[in-house]
């Protein structure tokens, strides 16, 4: 397996200075430099800066032109935006991003929810755990958390042969998985046993 590199050792370099700054405002607006230039795992952090409610901290003012009276209130301008840059990440394959862009259709996050939609993220970063931007060996831990995810959808779906196949699939996986135990539970409480 080849590793990704998602940009120049200058712009690794800049990311992680940006990620050690202190001040938030510098930070956020390293980070948007980064991102605007197509570094990916920038573009994740802008994603999740806005979907975690963040933005403020960072100095990014939310896009108030944009109307949601008509939408869901899981459609809020930062929400919108946070997609936008995971979208960007993605587009570059940017594992961690398919993830982001899952859990985004999967509660209708800054997008109507889909749960066909959240499956196609997650079954990618499925299919691509390896890639996983993180110094280790070892990467089942991931795989395993990503299969949780999934078991999840399925559950919310109440498609729960499914649930329990893949909550099994990340438990065997990785059986030291937190989340993957917690897919267990998930399944329990939604079928009213717990």
Known sequence: MEERIYG???????????RNMSDNNTKGQAMK????????????????????????????????????????????????????WAKRAADHKYVYAYKELGAA????????????EAL??????????????EDIE???A????????VSNVYCDMRDFENARKYSKLAIKTYPDSDLAQLSVGYIDIAMGRR
Not at 120 to 133: N, P
Request: proline share 3%.
């Open 105 to 116: 259709y999967k509660i209708g996050k800054g997008v109507i929810q889909n749960y066909s």
């Open 142 to 149: 991931i795989l395993a958390d990503f299969l949780a995810f």
């Open 138 to 140: 070892d990467k089942t």
């Open 33 to 84: 430099r980064l991102a605007e230039s197509g570094f990916a795992p920038a573009e994740y952090w802008m994603a999740t800066a806005y979907l975690n409610d963040c933005a403020k901290r960072y100095g990014f003012r939310s896009d108030t032109s944009m109307d949601f009276s008509d939408q869901p209130f899981a459609r809020t301008p930062d929400y919108v935006t946070g997609v936008k």
């Open 8 to 18: 120049t050792s200058q712009q690794y370099s800049e990311y992680y200075r940006a």
């Open 120 to 133: 196609k993220w997650y079954f990618k970063a499925v299919d691509e755990y390896e890639y996983v931007d």
